[in-house]
């Protein structure tokens, strides 16, 4: 116990990361730009020295779950690189995907910030949760903006090129927890642990008014990486130069023409 409850707190402080970080790289390396974290979530910063205590008592109980659930299996799916499950399983195999995927609307919580490995708001409801955007008219209406630009624009990701929808690749990704989607989430709540639904937010039937309502949410969102959470921005983060390649691939065609931030929700 008392070891998972050091690797508990070590993750939760950002000391086990390197190793996590970099399963999802291997993984996808040379196939695509991946969008997985660089070090876990880089907008920690703006959060209060508390909120770590809370993520450590969030971080333990996946982590005691994931080595119990290891044991039980086949030593070799208790390893990755040589290294135990206790870190490799919050990786591949996550509380929240045991437990089944979740899944959250969009518009659902908004307000609420949550903390990148949140599993859930208990016993806090979306009002009372201690760390909230900034209850101002320009910072709510941001993150109504910010909310509905990453929601439509992953939902353009379910829709074929050809018909409009995204050019660059996302549901490709076959990492389990830090993969797109999660990422999506993550920019959406706060949290990688879980996963939006396709909204079928995007008019079809017409590729020109598909790709511009896509190629439009997908500039706000792009817009909205510049500004912090508690001002209503993006609840994930975009500092990892995958991330801008990324973008600069679905919007340009091209990885190596740079996003352009258009202060769309300025």
Partial sequence: TSVRLKLGIQLAQGNLTPHVRSLPCRALAGKY???????APAKAGIMAASARHVLVALAVPALVLAS?????EAPESCLEDGVPGGVSMLQHKSFAHRAGEKTHESGHGTGPIWFPMQMTMAPFNDKTWPFQVLKTSEALGREKKCMKAFQTSYDCHFIPSE?????CPCLEDQAVTWNCPTWYASNLWGSWFLRPTNNHSVPLGDYAETRKTCMSALQQAYDCTFYDAVHGGAKGSCFAGYCHTWFNLCMNGDKHIPAQNMHTVD
């Fill in 33 to 39: 730009p991946s969008i997985v974290p660089t070090a």
């Fill in 68 to 72: 119990s659930q290891c044991s039980q």
């Fill in 163 to 167: 018909y409009g929808g995204h050019t």
